[in-house]
Structure formats: structure tokens, C-alpha cells
């Protein structure tokens, strides 16, 4: 409704739109009296996450064949053991009993290697020291023993769980999920196997062992 006065047009407010008016600052007053800034929407969150945690793009399989065998190694992602692929090399004609423990030291050098700049971003770590060196048996030992250069039952869990996990399901190991391990020392080696426990709770989870028969 408008009202003429003298030569002045006035434009009068609804009631409706009024109470809204009015509503807008004893609402702020009340946002600040419980100590909340009032803010314009939309608000900014921070940018979306640029990988899903564990998660990585597929690799290029026949690329990674180029440069030597393709294989599989487990890292640590959140409180579990991932798969990531990885390739070693072998020289071409190694006896079967060099092959296993080439393919052994391959495993070992690829899970102390650091975490690429993708993996790391998607949450990737290792538990496995840089240096750590793998050998055939003894004499007496099981033919398919493979002996760490620090004994299995000093490294931590999460690292045992890394090498067990990869070395069983390798071609380092028997082909049943499980791997003989012993130490630089007298100790006799001993099974260890990769259960679906160790794969989910490595850090405090040691894989299940026993011992094995004289050689």
C-alpha cells in the first residue's frame, strides 16, 4: 500500500515482511549470546581429499613386466595389510633353489624401500628396516628354509607380519600359505603362516609359528 503525503511517496512495509525483519537481528543476538559467530552460507569445509585412503590407480602391468618380475608385497595402510604391486629381478636360468632366495631378497629390498609419493599420500608406510638380507638353509635345515640376517622373533610384529604375508604368497615359499624362517643364529627355523588376523591386526598380532622336522 502506498501513501501519499504532500508531494512525498511513502511505501509501507507488510506485516509479514516486518516480523521478518525484525526476526533477523534478535536472532544474532542470540547466536552471540551462546558464544556462536553467525556465518554466511555456504560454509568452507577446506578442499575435498585428493585419494582415497589405501587406494591406489591400477598400475601398468605390462610397464612393470619390462623392468622385471611383477609381484606382490604387503605394506602397512591403517591397522591392516595392503597389497601393492611392485617387480624384482631374477637372472634368467638361477638354479630353483638360488631363484627362491633371489626372489626372497627382492621381496625384502622392496618392502624396506620407501613408500612412493602416491602411496604415501593414499597412507602407505613399512615396518621392514633398509639392509635386512635373507639366505638358503643350513645344513639340517628344511630345503625350502629361508634364514633372515636378524632372527624373526627380534623384528617387531607389524615387520614379521609384512615379510611372512609376502614371502607366503611368493614364490619364496612352499605354495600352502606358509614360510620357513630362521635367524642368523643356532635357532631352529621355525613355520610361520599368514592368517587372516595377522592381514588385519599386524601391529599386534605376530603370525602363528611351529616348528618344523629336521632337514
Known amino acids: 500500500m502506498t501513501v501519499r503525503r504532500g508531494n512525498v511517496r511513502r511505501r509501507s512495509v507488510r506485516p509479514g515482511r516486518l516480523c521478518r525483519l525484525l526476526a533477523l537481528p534478535a536472532l544474532a543476538s542470540v547466536l552471540a549470546?551462546?558464544?556462536?559467530?553467525?556465518?554466511?552460507v555456504p560454509t568452507d569445509f577446506g578442499p575435498a581429499p585428493s585419494r582415497v585412503r589405501?587406494?591406489?590407480?591400477?598400475?601398468?602391468v605390462s610397464a612393470q613386466a619390462?623392468?622385471?618380475?611383477?609381484?606382490?608385497?604387503?605394506?602397512?595402510?591403517?591397522?591392516?595389510l595392503v597389497t601393492v604391486d611392485r617387480t624384482v629381478r631374477v637372472p634368467d636360468g638361477a638354479p630353483d633353489s638360488q631363484r627362491r632366495v633371489l626372489v626372497a631378497q627382492g621381496l625384502l629390498d622392496q618392502l624396506a624401500e620407501a613408500p612412493s609419493a602416491a602411496e604415501k599420500e593414499a597412507g602407505y608406510t613399512t615396518g621392514v628396516r633398509a639392509g635386512l638380507a635373507v639366505s638358503?638353509?643350513?645344513s639340517g635345515d628344511p630345503e625350502d628354509t629361508l634364514r633372515l640376517s636378524s632372527a624373526p622373533g627380534g623384528l617387531t610384529s607389524y615387520a614379521?607380519?609384512?615379510?611372512?604375508c609376502t614371502f607366503s604368497d611368493s614364490a619364496a615359499a612352499e605354495g600352502?600359505?606358509?614360510?620357513?624362517?630362521?635367524?642368523?643364529?643356532?635357532?631352529?627355523?621355525?613355520r610361520y603362516?599368514?592368517?587372516d588376523d595377522v592381514r588385519s591386526r599386524p601391529r599386534d598380532r605376530k603370525p602363528p609359528s611351529s616348528e618344523v622336522a629336521d632337514g
Open 33 to 40: 549470546g551462546c558464544g556462536i559467530r553467525p556465518t554466511e
Open 54 to 60: 589405501c587406494s591406489l590407480t591400477e598400475p601398468d
Open 193 to 195: 603362516e599368514c592368517t
Open 176 to 190: 600352502d600359505g606358509s614360510v620357513i624362517l630362521g635367524g642368523p643364529g643356532d635357532d631352529r627355523p621355525r
Open 136 to 138: 638358503g638353509p643350513r
Open 66 to 80: 619390462s623392468r622385471g618380475m611383477p609381484v606382490q608385497v604387503f605394506l602397512l595402510c591403517g591397522s591392516s
Open 160 to 164: 614379521l607380519a609384512q615379510i611372512v
